[in-house]
Each structure stands twice: as C-alpha cells, then as structure tokens.
C-alpha cells in the first residue's frame, strides 16, 4: 500500500502519547502523576448527562441536519450575546463533534501549496500539523515569555504577505495559559485592514477560564473583520465535556455553503444525544463553571510558587486555561529529555515543550488539572530529583 505523500507531513498530539505511557507505567504496578493531559479533572455536571440519557430514552438516536439542531445553534448564539455581547445569526453557527474539527476545515479550506498560515508557536500542536498536511506554508507567530506568552503585533503583521490566507489567534493559549494583552489584538486589527483577503481563526476554547478578574477579549467582537472571522469553541473545557466530542464554529456568511459541504462529507452531523446535552449545558446552571474555574485559580497560586522553587526552573503567571509552562533552561537539560526523565524516574507526566513547535524547547507543559495534593507531590518529586 502506498498512501498519499502529504500524509507524511502530518505530525500527532505528544500529550495522547504521554498518556498512554502513564498508563502503562501505572499498570505495571508505578505510582504516576500525570499532568500531561489536557482535560479538567471534573466529572461532567449531572443536569448535562441527564439531558443525554433522556434523549437517548425519548428516541434521538438518527441523523441531525449537519450543522447542528436549531434549538442548539439558538443556544450558542444566545450564549455568544451573553458572554461576548455580539449578536450571531444561529445560521452562522456550525456544530461539530469536537473543537479540533473547526480548525480542520479551517485550514483545509485555506492551506495549499503557495499559500501561507500563521499560527502560534509554542502553540497547539495540530495547528502546524494540518497545515503541512495541506501543503501551505506554516508561518509561527513567536509567543513571548517576557510578556507573559503574549505576541507582538508588529512582528506579526511584518509576516503578513499577499500569500498569507489565514492567522491563527488562541487565548486563553494552550500550552502556555498565556492571554493576549489587549493593546496588541487592537493592533493586530487595526493593521488586518491591509490584508482585506487574510482569513483569521480564533481559537476562544478557554475564553471562560480566565484569571484575576480579568474580562476575555473576543475577536468576535471586532466589526472590521467579522466578515471573515471563524470563532473555535465548544464545551469540553468549559463543562467538563472532553469525551463527548462537542464544539462549534461560527462562520462568515460567505463560507457557510463551504462549510456545510465540508460537514457532510466528513462526520453528516455530530451525535443527536451529545447535541441535546450540550443544550442542556447553555441553558441550565452554570454554577459548575465558576466553581470550576476558582479551582484552577488557586491551583494555579499554588503550583507556579513550587515551580519557582525547584532548581532550574523559572515559571511564569499564567493569565488562564489550566497549564503552567516553566522555563526549565536552569536544569542544563532539553524539554524531551527532561520530560522523559521526569515520566519514568519521578513517575511524574508532563508534555516537553518541543511537542508544541519548535519554540517550545526550553519548556514544559504541566496541566494543573489535578488535585492540590497530586500538585504538591509532583513538584516534591521534581524538586527532589533535581536537587
């Protein structure tokens, strides 16, 4: 068998990878700490799953239209007005069986040979991935340390070309829990107007899990470029619904033919009784939420100051998400060689940081999506082993 050449330029999510192993090692009998995957450690809010058993039990088991129930798309649009303050249509909404499936049509729809696609880099790792894959040129948007894994937008606009067809924005970003400063999403903007072709994904997965009282900031909410503007997002992080495989897009009007094609062809429609859940999940309290998110707050006071305090390591803030991402430069080792050690000798899971582009090495991934007394002991295991 001989499969198509572009295939090879498809890379994968280092963090499956580290979860498989830390399943392995703890089947042999080793007492691991995994806080390599990225999911809440929250069960999914009884109300949501009881919404999808009555579905089941009242007969929704056949095909939905492609993009979505309407009752559905209502609620995100409504939820959209809530939280963001801008009006969609519920025509402009496109419900698909996980987030990763808007960024895959996104850049199929915009990758090619000759094209180019700027994405953020240390960024998620199926960005750069799906953009070899279609054969455009992957372009990195550097994120930096120094301002707390924000971006310039004066670099960012400086490699913007007449082959730039799609920019890539993610805050909250994943895997640095860095947001975007304000000041330089108005820039970005402002200079987009120069490049009236240049499509832009908005990557707002973990828009409501930010930090220090701080409002997100929606790309949504720029009229200038609502016209071509494709919103990512969805209910794993934000309801403790990973393995339900639900997320949305909200489209231009121009693409919306595009993209209902691209469903049909992919995936028909995303499961009748997750859509009803995630109804369920809009509509119902959303007190799971907030309670969810002033965990991950204090959990992360907590472990930035134990990585501050282990040799070598140098973490900063982040401003939201669930992953602390220290400088690890100190320890004289590089990120996959440390992860590893770190996975097999501590028996502590972290994600090296070269998994999300080359800008990461330096790095690693830690999620603190886990009990305060895993957090605690993983950085004693840390700290022990580079003492």
């Not at 808007?102 to 240390?122: D, K, R, S, V």
């Not at 960012?156 to 400063?181: A, E, F, Q, Y």
């Not at 107007?193 to 899990?209: N, Q």
């Not at 595009?258 to 997750?274: F, G, L, Y």
Request: glycine share 10%.
């Amino acid at each position: 068998m001989i499969p198509a050449d572009n295939l090879q330029n498809m890379g994968s999510e280092t963090a499956f990878a580290v979860l498989a192993r830390a399943n392995q090692l703890a089947a042999e009998g080793r007492d691991i700490i995994n806080l390599g995957i990225g999911q809440p450690d929250f069960r999914t809010p009884d109300h949501i799953v009881e919404a999808a058993v009555k579905a089941l039990r009242d007969g929704h088991h056949g095909y939905t239209p492609a993009p979505g129930m309407m009752p559905l798309r209502e609620a995100v649009a409504a939820d959209i007005l809530k939280h963001r303050g801008v009006e969609v249509s519920p025509e402009q909404v496109m419900v698909v069986p996980g987030g990763k499936m808007t960024m895959f049509f996104a850049i199929l729809m915009f990758g090619q040979p000759g094209h180019e696609i700027l994405y953020p880099n240390p960024g998620f790792p199926i960005y750069e991935s799906m953009i070899r894959y279609t054969g455009a040129t992957a372009v990195p948007i550097e994120l930096h340390e120094d301002r707390l894994f924000s971006f310039s937008a004066d670099e960012v606009l400086s490699k913007l070309s007449d082959r730039t067809r799609l920019v890539i924005i993610n805050s909250p970003g994943n895997p640095t829990g860095g947001v975007i400063d304000d000041d330089e999403l108005d820039r970005l903007v402002a200079g987009l107007e120069d490049f009236p072709e240049t499509a832009v994904l908005s990557d707002e997965i973990y828009c409501r899990l930010v930090f220090d009282n701080r409002a997100h900031r929606s790309l949504l909410g720029y009229e200038s470029i609502r016209d071509r503007l494709i919103l990512l997002d969805g209910w794993s992080k934000t309801y403790a619904m990973t393995g339900w495989r639900a997320g949305y897009g909200v489209w231009p009007r121009s693409l919306l033919d595009d993209i209902d094609k691209m469903i049909v062809n992919a995936n028909s429609c995303t499961n009748a009784a997750t859509q009803m859940a995630c109804i369920a999940a809009l509509t119902g309290p959303q007190d799971s939420v907030e309670t969810m998110r002033q965990a991950f707050e204090e959990r992360r006071g907590v472990i930035i100051d134990l990585l501050n305090a282990i040799p070598g390591f140098h973490c900063v803030m982040p401003g939201g998400a669930f992953y602390a991402f220290p400088n690890i430069a100190g320890t004289g080792r590089n990120s996959w060689e440390l992860g590893q050690a770190l996975l097999e000798e501590c028996g502590v899971a972290t994600v090296h940081g070269t998994s999300f582009g080359a800008m990461g090495e330096g790095f690693l991934r830690l999620s603190y999506a886990a009990s305060m007394d895993n957090i605690r002991e993983s950085a004693r295991r840390m700290g022990d082993y580079l003492s």
